[in-house]
């Protein structure tokens, strides 16, 4: 950690774990070889390749076969939606997706974009003012020609986490495929496919402590899938291009490490966090957590503030040593609001205020007491 200066900003992305990086390295050097070769080389790595797809397989309780590698959470998302409803569309000709207006850009601009360029149909579910979505809405919505329902599991904004297994058990007996977004959830909270009746699940190695630019589907076997990126025969010819041997590795590594003992980990997490909600909302008037006060990410801290800007915020506490976000990875110079907080019945005026603390491996209770304390000084400064 730079001296003087504090990340909490782990949701956005989390720096690599050096027994990680160790697994990954003899991927870039001595054992360089494409997994599709005939040669040792190419057995070599494609037996490193089979090997991570047993390791996650293992760690979501699913089968090897059934997990596709990817270059991020962002094309397993795009996989998992364009691939089914194209599928589906094709199939038996169903074109009506139900999602939720708190999703990632990643599966929200995916599922519009199917609606304005390929005629698919897309519905959004009501959520509460905590950003969760009620199974019973997702029972009444679903029709006949419910082609895919999409479900973030745990926001990444607010850090609310939504009832999937239930919501999985629902669709599964309505006979439609269920996609959930777990890129935050699968960093901190035991995942099991099985449990979950989930169909297809998306991960991303950077939010847990593996390396950017590497992610997985998970896709049941039997669901409806149709190939985004065509070319070689790689991963069943659901996502041509040769493999990134050392990244699938990481994935793997990082993978196998968060969830080994999530349950653990969260406790740590959440006593900090906790603390940390409790200051920022007595001592800091006018302020408000978003998202659900206990169904929530472990380390995840998310609010709003009366008469304050959101951006400038983030630059004073950035001054002060202290690197956090607005909730959404939008840079400065959008003053939009986040779509996410509108959902909630958040006024515009007040999601431009909003600010999301994400805590990880290096953070330490001295980190958080500093922190509330050059937050409200940030903020008395503001309002001046
Ligand atoms: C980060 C994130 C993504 C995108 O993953 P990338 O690997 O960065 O493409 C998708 N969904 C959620 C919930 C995320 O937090």
């Known amino acids: ?226 190939a985004v990126q065509t070319g070689g025969k790689q991963e069943n010819y659901l996502r041509a291009g040769t493999h990134n041997v050392p990244y699938i590795v990481g994935l793997a590594e990082a993978l196998k490490i968060a969830q080994s003992n999530p349950e653990e980990r969260a406790h740590h997490y959440q006593s900090m966090r906790d603390a940390l909600i409790d200051t920022v909302l007595t001592r800091i008037p006018g302020s408000q957590l978003t998202g659900h006060p206990v169904m929530r990410l472990p380390n995840h801290a998310s609010f709003v503030f009366d008469r304050v800007d959101g951006n400038t915020l983030l630059m004073m506490l950035d001054v002060k040593g202290f690197a956090c976000s607005s909730g959404s990875a939008c840079k400065t110079g959008s003053p939009q609001p986040s779509e996410v907080l509108l959902a909630l019945g958040i006024p515009p005026q007040l999601a431009l205020s909003s600010l999301r603390v994400t805590l990880g491996r290096d953070t330490t209770p001295e980190v958080i007491t500093r922190f509330v304390e050059a937050l409200s000084d940030c903020i008395s400064q503001q309002r001046r």
């Open 1 to 226: 950690m730079s001296q003087g200066r504090y990340y909490l900003d782990y949701a956005a992305t989390t720096p690599l774990d050096s027994k990680v990086l160790e697994k990954m390295f003899p991927f870039f050097t001595d054992q360089f070889g494409n997994p599709s070769s005939v040669h040792f080389w190419g057995q070599q790595a494609e037996n490193a390749v089979e090997l991570a797809r047993e390791e996650v397989a293992s760690c979501l309780n699913a089968e090897p076969a059934e997990i596709v590698f990817t270059g991020c959470g962002t094309e397993s998302d795009n996989l998992a939606l364009r691939g089914v409803a194209r599928a589906q569309r094709n199939l038996n000709g169903k074109t009506h997706l139900l999602t939720t207006p708190v999703e990632h850009h990643a599966v929200s601009h995916t599922a519009f974009d199917l609606a304005e360029r390929e005629g698919f149909e897309v519905e959004l579910l009501p959520v509460d003012s905590f950003g969760m979505v009620d199974p019973d809405e997702v029972a009444r919505r679903i029709r006949k020609d419910t082609a895919l329902v999409s479900v973030i599991y745990a926001n990444n904004e607010i850090g609310t986490i939504n009832p999937i297994a239930e919501i999985g058990r629902i669709c599964q007996e309505k006979g439609v495929p269920f996609h959930t977004d777990a890129v935050q959830a699968a960093a901190h909270l035991k995942m099991d496919v099985q449990r979950d009746n989930v169909d297809l699940l998306s991960i991303g190695a950077h939010k847990f402590y593996g390396p950017k630019g590497a992610g997985a589907l998970y896709i049941r076997k039997g669901t409806p899938v149709v």
